[in-house]
């Protein structure tokens, strides 16, 4: 009810005119100018911050709402929830030009928070670059006993992202100094309980901090120690640990405080060097010193996360804090190399503890990270994690739609990484699939961008299969969840998932070994034609997750044949081919699936014979039993129009010097039939209504064959009046009355082209050379002077011309 009504709100605000916008400026500019603004002037806010936020597109405020904005949020007397609306609203409509905003003069953490962060939305580099100035004054006079410099820190790590270089040395030194210190030397004891009250009695001493399992903490205070009130320098520590990160990867080796390294030990990488490290940190310099509080932080932060959480927020805390934990440590050893030799031993245990917790999955993701960044220096083996983050990993949680996103995205980031376990990511496609099925919007491009590593001449094929039936995997993980609370501890075709309205598997040993195959995790090297699985699955065809899924195959097997083409030989274009045509009439039936594959796969065929044009000869057996069977007619036909029009331009002995007479009247004799069929008889269930693009390819095609072989001529001669007289006069046939003239024309030309056998043979089977450009270029060739030519004999017989020796007209 709750979701249902937000999404009702926000409807509401995206359908706010700029009309209904003005009154609400009005209404919220009336309310600013009074001294004291009340409840009413929060509510007005929060009503005009809805509608600035509820669209993707910028909303245009009236100039006296934005000055009236920026007039309150100046004075540190008015009320914090006032001034943090006006900030958002003045956020959101960012960048705003004549915005006369400053933070010179301001002097309050929290206020100046709020203007930096409206000026630094406006992506003004040098104004970035005066708002890092400023608010390091700021952080540079603060005396301990006064207001709290919280505020500034998501402000200052704000800046260091937009502008990396807007610190000078010595600023960048003291933040690494004050953030060692927060992490490291952050008070143990709870905040004091607030006083006050009659009947408060006398404040005892605070007690101490605890872990997340109730025990009490007797180390230093991290972001997973817990207590009922928490002091000022506590908050600095959580804040501190969530900019590190970032902070590290600016202030590494060339960054901004970064010292000279040249004149480094040798040594350092070795055990003496790491002992006299630890015990002299007080001696390092500001980065180094950060570094080495950041690494004994994670270590705490990962001792930590053994500990049994009491409370469920805790226990989300501990996996969070574990994953930026492990993204540090990796930070810190490609930063230094000494770190990594004390870090190994407690990963390594860390994976061990990991591969078997299905609930800290996504720590594994860092953790694989680190092992493949520096698993050679380290003569460290990734394999193990590897094989588990792509294989089990996408089987067992493919419903987790986060964990789905920063999987695929670890795969992609991590290609330049995975060196000689390439291999291992494409024998896991099957997995990964499993992924995309399930949450194909959102990872449809990640998977276009993902696809050419998963590509390679032993995973082409079975890959094609797997993502034709993309829809039926969809159909397959969604029943299965349906049927198991525990959908990633049971398979299902286990026995315990049949209730009486499930499809009874278990007694078809066929359909069980097809459903292994269809949710298998890696390659099996063997593609299984799944079509007896489609009518146990046809009550999921028309489930929204499947819909989806089926919109993006036409995307995917785009990208498939982009990636693939760029390697495949002979062998694996002709097994490609074969497998278009084979699967064009065997696809899950999802309402307009069909269609739009039909439309990618026509013109992917195309473009395998324009490659390899032999291939019309090495696939006539094939050819010749689509056209036979008149299939290929559904959805629109495009795929038997596409192999039509391949037959036409490359069954010729110029392009293959195995092609026969034969053959020619075989594929002639084929599809006249076809043509005299879609033509002549009536529209039905089986023979659906047959488009004019396949009439006049079929049409075309047949007369170059009868070009080739002259001895067709007056057979395609004969067939070409009827259709010529059936454009003219159509019967109840095939044919739509708008097309019949399309139809009508293009026999009539195909006719006057055969009265000049010599010329049809010419134009209709050029030599391979006129893929030159100068045959099309250069008028005084051939081929331009032949078309020019035929076209006027072919136009005066067909009455476009006046006779010689007639006047015009």
Not at 732 to 756: I, P, Q, S, W
Request: glycine letters at 6%; charged letters at 20%; one cysteine or more.
């Amino acid at each position: 009810m709750a979701a249902a009504g937000t999404e009702r709100l926000l409807r509401q605000a995206r359908e706010v005119q700029d009309e209904e916008l003005r009154q609400f400026c009005a209404r919220a500019s009336a309310v600013l100018r009074k001294e004291e603004p009340g409840p009413e002037a929060v509510d007005a806010l929060r009503r005009l911050f809805l509608i600035v936020a509820a669209t993707k597109y910028g909303r245009k405020l009236e100039d006296e709402c934005v000055d009236l904005l920026q007039t309150a949020l100046c004075p540190p007397a008015r009320p914090e929830p006032l001034q943090l609306l006006c900030a958002a609203i003045l956020r959101e409509t960012a960048p705003r030009p004549g915005l006369r905003l400053s933070c010179d003069r301001v002097q309050s953490p929290r206020q100046l928070s709020l203007v930096a962060s409206v000026l630094l939305a406006q992506g003004d580099r040098k104004q970035v670059g005066s708002v890092g100035q400023h608010v390091f004054q700021v952080l540079e006079s603060r005396q301990p006993e006064g207001p709290s410099v919280r505020p500034l820190l998501p402000v200052l790590s704000k800046v260091a992202s937009l502008a990396p270089g807007s610190f000078r040395e010595d600023q960048a030194n003291l933040l690494s100094k004050r953030l060692a210190d927060w992490l490291r030397y952050a008070s143990v004891p709870q905040g004091p309980a607030p006083s006050g009250g009659f009947f408060t009695p006398r404040a005892r001493q605070p007690g101490p901090v605890t872990e997340v399992d109730g025990a009490v903490a007797t180390d230093f205070f991290t972001v997973l120690s817990t207590a009922q009130r928490f002091t000022e320098d506590q908050w600095l520590n959580v804040q501190a640990f969530s900019m590190l990160r970032a902070w590290l990867q600016l202030g590494g080796p060339g960054g901004p405080g970064a010292p000279d390294t040249d004149d480094r030990s040798e040594q350092e990488g070795s055990s003496l060097s790491v002992l006299s490290a630890a015990a002299s940190t007080s001696r390092l310099p500001p980065p180094e010193r950060l570094r080495e509080k950041a690494f004994q932080y994670c270590q705490r932060l990962v001792e930590q996360s053994t500990r049994r959480a009491l409370r469920r927020a805790d226990a989300d805390l501990q996996k969070a804090c574990l994953v930026e934990a492990v993204l540090v440590l990796d930070v810190l050893c490609r930063q230094d190399p000494s770190f990594l030799y004390r870090t190994l031993s407690c990963l390594k245990a860390l994976q061990a503890r990991l591969s078997g917790d299905p609930a800290c999955v996504r720590a594994l993701l860092p953790l694989a990270q680190f092992f493949l960044s520096h698993g050679e220096a380290a003569a460290v083996d990734a394999e193990a994690v590897c094989r588990h983050v792509f294989s089990r990993v996408p089987a067992e949680h493919f419903h987790s739609p986060m964990l789905a996103f920063e999987l695929v995205r670890f795969c992609r980031d991590s290609l330049p990484l995975l060196g000689r376990h390439l291999g291992l990511l494409r024998h896991s496609f099957p997995g990964l699939l499993q992924l995309l099925a399930w949450n194909s919007p959102p990872l449809t491009a990640e998977f276009v961008a993902l696809l050419p590593a998963l590509v390679d001449p032993s995973t082409a094929v079975e890959l094609l299969h797997a993502l034709l039936d993309l829809p039926c995997l969809t159909a397959a993980l969604d029943l299965q969840l349906r049927l198991s609370p525990a959908a990633s501890e049971r398979p299902l075709w286990d026995a315990s998932l049949r209730t009486a309205s499930c499809p009874d598997t278990a007694q078809d040993p066929q359909l069980q070994g097809l459903l292994q195959h269809l949710l298998r995790a890696e390659a099996s090297g063997a593609p299984e034609r799944l079509a007896p699985l489609y009518p146990l699955l046809q009550p999921m065809a028309r489930c929204a997750r499947v819909l989806q899924c089926a919109e993006a195959v036409p995307t995917l097997l785009r990208a498939f044949f982009s990636a693939v083409t760029q390697f495949a030989d002979g062998a694996l274009t002709n097994q490609l081919a074969r497998l278009l045509l084979e699967r064009s009439d065997s696809l899950y039936p999802v309402p307009g699936y069909e269609a739009r594959v039909h439309q990618v796969l026509s013109a992917q065929f195309l473009g395998l014979c324009q490659r390899r044009p032999c291939l019309v000869v090495e696939l006539a057996k094939e050819l010749l039993e689509l056209v036979g069977s008149g299939g290929g007619l559904r959805s629109g036909g495009s795929v038997l129009t596409s192999v039509v029009w391949a037959v036409g331009e490359y069954l010729a002995v110029s392009w293959d010097r195995r092609c026969t007479v034969d053959q020619i009247n075989k594929f002639f004799e084929a599809l006249e039939a076809l043509l005299f069929e879609v033509t002549q008889a009536r529209p039905s269930a089986t023979l659906p209504q047959c488009p004019p693009q396949l009439v006049t390819a079929l049409m075309t095609t047949l007369t170059k064959l009868a070009s080739r072989s002259q001895d067709l001529i007056p057979r395609v001669s004969l067939f070409l009046s009827k259709m010529r007289t059936l454009a003219q006069s159509p019967a109840a046939g095939a044919l739509c009355c708008r097309e019949d003239e399309a139809v009508g024309t293009r026999a009539t030309e195909l006719l006057n082209l055969l009265k000049m056998p010599s010329a049809a043979q010419f134009l209709l089977t050029p030599g391979v050379e006129v893929a030159a450009p100068r045959y099309h270029r250069d008028s005084n060739t051939a081929l331009p002077l032949a078309l020019c030519a035929v076209s006027r004999l072919v136009e005066r017989e067909a009455g476009v011309l006046p006779a010689e020796g007639q006047p015009p007209g």
